[in-house]
């Protein structure tokens, strides 16, 4: 479909407002438009670039992660509420990825997923008892890794947390954490 600028502008709107984390490449691939053409709208539409936009989201209050450091997280925590959700997001860069092919290391997608779970314990000890993982597709060099973390349950001094990460709206690694936590904040399950 060919956009004109009065159809185009109203949807890129609300394209980032449904994802805020969007980049300018996809929302051109999607409009089928030059990038250029992407950020003449976004400065028109007073819509900031993806990383300004990641910044406001992180500015917005949340709850303070207990049981690490957060800059021992993985990734760039973006939302939290304690026992609860948790959400971070990772650009992969060239550290990330085997050289000779540029397909990111698993461990990363691993690590960003498992300090996740770690950092959603409303407790200052959590530590990962058993994690049942699944990587679903590559991921490569250049692309954003979104893991959404979500308490699935708490009972008897463990925590099961699902996560779920993205690339856009490809699910790229999903696992079940379970967690050891110091006490118990009240029955979930």
């Given at each position: ?17 449904k994802d805020p984390f969007i980049t300018d490449e996809a929302l051109a691939a999607f409009f089928s438009v030059s990038v250029q053409t992407i950020r003449l709208d976004r400065l ?33 925590m973006v939302d939290l509420e304690l026992d609860n959700y948790a959400i971070s997001i990772l650009d992969i860069r060239p550290e990330h990825v085997f050289s000779r092919n540029g ?87």
């Open positions: 479909m060919k956009w004109t600028k009065r159809q185009r502008q109203p949807k890129l709107k609300e394209k980032i407002q028109e539409l007073n819509i900031p670039e993806v990383r300004e936009r990641i910044k406001d989201v992180a500015q917005q209050q949340y709850d303070p992660v207990k049981a690490l450091p957060e800059e021992e997280i993985i990734g760039e397909i990111a290391r698993g461990h990363y997608l691993f690590a960003q997923a498992n300090s996740l779970a770690v950092a959603v314990i409303d407790e200052e000890l959590a530590l990962t008892a058993h994690a049942d993982i699944s990587f679903k597709r590559q991921v490569h060099e250049g692309e954003r890794v979104i893991a959404k973390a979500k308490v699935d349950g708490i009972s008897a001094m463990r925590t099961s947390v699902k996560v779920a990460s993205y690339v856009e709206q490809s699910l790229v690694f999903e696992g079940t954490f379970e967690m050891f936590r110091n006490e118990v904040k009240g029955d979930k399950t």
